[in-house]
Structures are given as C-alpha cells and as structure tokens.
C-alpha cells in the first residue's frame, strides 16, 4: 500500500484546512489508516484514526471536538478536517496504514506510512 498525504499549508490562528491521504495498492479499502503528526522539536504523536470502513473512529484528547476524520473507499481517499486550529497543531502530518482494519493509537500498529505534509498555524 503507497500513501500519498496532502493538504497541508499556512493558515491563521482559527482558520481551517483539510488533509487528504490518497492510498492505492492491494485492497487499500481494507485498512485502518491514521493520522499522526511530528512538531517542531517534538515527538511523532498520533491525531486519529478511522476503521475499514469508517465506523469506528478514535480521536487523541488534544484534537476532540476540532478535527473530524472521514474515508471514501471508491476512491481510497482519508480526509482530516480541522478546525479551530491552534499554534499547537503546527506539525508535519503523516499518514499511516495499518494491516488490520481496526483503530490504533500506536504508531508501531501501522505498516505504511505516506511522506507527510507540512501545517503551519500563525498567530
């Protein structure tokens, strides 16, 4: 499974932006995908994450009720809304794949990762 993640950009203290991360290759569908992100100086943290087939969601306390995650199978497509963003939120976002189809919060879950894309949150 290759991953492709975009979306990324600058945007001001409140604003909104939306990430995609593109999956092709063997049953992408069939994935559990999650979004983890790395800010300056920090550690590599997990955002959320989406079952297979997007009824099952799991979202880290810091983003509740901001980020909304999404998943369109026809096009093997995982959406990041985020909302009411925050200086804080300012990372690299990365997408990852997980061999089963059920939610993790743990990064070593995940098998494929894409290349990550960069938001940055002015104030």
């Known amino acids: 499974v290759q991953l492709q993640a975009s979306g990324g950009g600058l945007v001001q203290v409140g604003g909104s932006l939306t990430l995609s991360c593109a999956a092709s290759g063997h049953a992408a569908s069939s994935h559990a995908v999650g979004w983890f992100r790395q800010g300056p100086g920090k550690e590599r943290e997990f955002v959320v994450a989406i079952n297979w087939n997007g009824g099952s969601t799991y979202f880290a306390d810091s983003v509740k009720g901001r980020f909304a995650i999404s998943r369109d199978n026809a096009k093997n497509t995982v959406y990041l809304q985020m909302n009411s963003l925050k200086p804080e939120d300012t990372a690299v976002y990365y997408c990852?794949?997980?061999?089963?189809?059920?939610?993790?919060?743990?990064?070593?879950?995940?098998?494929?990762w894409g290349q990550g894309t960069q938001v940055t949150v002015s104030s």
């Open positions: 990852a794949a997980a061999a089963s189809g059920s939610v993790s919060s743990n990064p070593l879950y995940y098998t494929y």
